[in-house]
C-alpha cells in the first residue's frame, strides 16, 4: 500500500518562475517544461539565469534564507526545450538517478532529410527536405541523439554543433517530450508530457509540411515506397483499389470511406497506409480491423498495374515492423484464400505461417514479434 502523505502546497504563483512551466510538484519531486534557451544549471559565465537557480526561488517562496532547495536529476542542453524533472531530498535524487536508465523518455526532433524505416524512430510529419520525428524509449542524453542523427546524414535542424555550422537557423529543434518514471514514495508510474514548441510547427509550415491538425499519422518508408495517409486528393486511385477487392465502391462513396479511415485512426482502431510510388498512390495497406490484445490483422491490395513488383512485400514489411516495434503487437495476422497464390507468396516471404482454414476456402496466416509464428 502506498504511503498516506499530507497534500502538498504549492508556492503561491507569484513566485512561479519565468521561462518554466510547472507540470507537476508534491513534497518528493518537482517537474517542469524548460524553455528553449534556458540553462538547466549555472555555467562560468551565467549563475543566475538558469532552471535550478528560479525554481530554488521558487520552492524558498523568495526567501533566500530558507534551507528548502533542489537537487538535479538530470539535465537538459540550454537549446533542448521539454521535461526536466528535479528531487526535493537527496535520497529522492539518488533514487531517480539509479533507476533512471529504466525510465523512458521520448524527444520529438526536426531533421533535414526524409528517412527510411528504422525501429529507433517515427515520423510524424514531412516537408520538403525536412522530417519530423518522435524517438521514443530513449536512455542516453541528448548529445547522442544529435550525434547519431548526424552521422546517419540527417542532422537536426539548428544544431550548429553536430550539423552544419552555417545554418541559417539557429534555434535547435530538439524537444524532451515526455518523461515515464517510477515515483520514490508511492513506486507509482508516472508520466509527465510536454507539448511541443509552437516553434515547431512554425518551422514544419516553412518547410512546406501538411497543415492538417491530425499531424501524428506516422509516415513510413521503404527502399521505394512512401507509405502515409490517403486524402481526398488520392479519390481516383483509391477507388481503382477499392473495386480491385470484393467490395465495390460508388464513387460517390468514395470520399466518405476515405475519411472513415481517417476517423479510425483518430479513434485508434485502426491505421491505413496509401503506398506511393514516385507520389502516385499505387495501393494500401495496414491493420484494417484494428490491434487488440497485442494482435493485428493486416490487410493489403494494389492496382492491378503494380503488381509482382515486389512493393506489397516492401510495404508489408515496413507495416509489421511498426505494428511490433512501436504497436507492441505481439502477433499479426492475415486472412486469405487459397487462389490468391500472389498474396501467400508475400506472406511466406515474410515468415507468416498458416495457422487455420476457415469458410469459403479462406486461410488464416500468423507471424510472431520474432519474425516466427508461436501459438
Keep these: 500500500m502506498p504511503e498516506k502523505r499530507t497534500p502538498y502546497k504549492k508556492p503561491p504563483k507569484k513566485y512561479a518562475p ?11 519531486i518537482l517537474v517542469v517544461n524548460k524553455t528553449s534557451g534556458l540553462l538547466t544549471i549555472g555555467s562560468e559565465g551565467e549563475r543566475e539565469k538558469t532552471a535550478l537557480f528560479l525554481l530554488n526561488n521558487y520552492v524558498k517562496k523568495g526567501n533566500s534564507r530558507s534551507k528548502k532547495r533542489l537537487f538535479l536529476v538530470h539535465r537538459l542542453e540550454k537549446e533542448t526545450s521539454g521535461v526536466l524533472v528535479f528531487a526535493k531530498h537527496e535520497g529522492v535524487k539518488r533514487f531517480l538517478q539509479t533507476q533512471w536508465e529504466t525510465f523512458r523518455k521520448t524527444f520529438q526532433a526536426i531533421v533535414y532529410g526524409q528517412l527510411p524505416v528504422q525501429k529507433d524512430y517515427q515520423v510524424l510529419r514531412e516537408g520538403t527536405d525536412v522530417s519530423l520525428l518522435e524517438i521514443p524509449f530513449f536512455k542516453g542524453r541528448e548529445n547522442v541523439i544529435r550525434s547519431q542523427l548526424a552521422d546517419q546524414g540527417y542532422p537536426i535542424v539548428g544544431d550548429t554543433v553536430f550539423g552544419s555550422k552555417t545554418q541559417d537557423i539557429k534555434r535547435l529543434a530538439l524537444h524532451a517530450s515526455s518523461i515515464s518514471l517510477i515515483h520514490p514514495l508511492t513506486k507509482e508510474e508516472l508520466t509527465f508530457k510536454a507539448d511541443v514548441p509552437r516553434y515547431f510547427k512554425t518551422l514544419m509550415k516553412h518547410y512546406g509540411a501538411s497543415s492538417e491538425s491530425s499531424s501524428d499519422f506516422p509516415v513510413l518508408r521503404t527502399k521505394r515506397l512512401t507509405l502515409k495517409r490517403v486524402t481526398a486528393k488520392d479519390k481516383d486511385h483509391f477507388l481503382e483499389i477499392a473495386n480491385a477487392t470484393s467490395k465495390k465502391l460508388e464513387e460517390s462513396e468514395v470520399l466518405k470511406t476515405i475519411q472513415q479511415l481517417e476517423d479510425d485512426f483518430q479513434a485508434r482502431k485502426a491505421i491505413s497506409w496509401g503506398l506511393f510510388y514516385k507520389k502516385q498512390l499505387i495501393g494500401t495497406c495496414g491493420y484494417y480491423r484494428g490491434f487488440k490484445d497485442k494482435v493485428g490483422e493486416v490487410g493489403f491490395v494494389m492496382r492491378k498495374h503494380y503488381r509482382k513488383s515486389g512493393f506489397m512485400t516492401e ?21 486469405t484464400k487459397d487462389q490468391n497464390a500472389s498474396a501467400i507468396r508475400v506472406l511466406e516471404k515474410l515468415h507468416f505461417q498458416r495457422t487455420e482454414d476457415f469458410y469459403k476456402e479462406y486461410r488464416k ?8 509464428w508461436s501459438s
Design 18 to 28: 519565468k521561462g518554466l512551466t510547472i507540470l507537476y510538484e508534491d513534497h518528493e
Design 315 to 335: 510495404a508489408l514489411e515496413a507495416v509489421v515492423d511498426f505494428g511490433i516495434d512501436q504497436l507492441g503487437l505481439e502477433k499479426v495476422t492475415a486472412f
Design 365 to 372: 496466416y500468423e507471424r510472431g514479434s520474432q519474425g516466427e
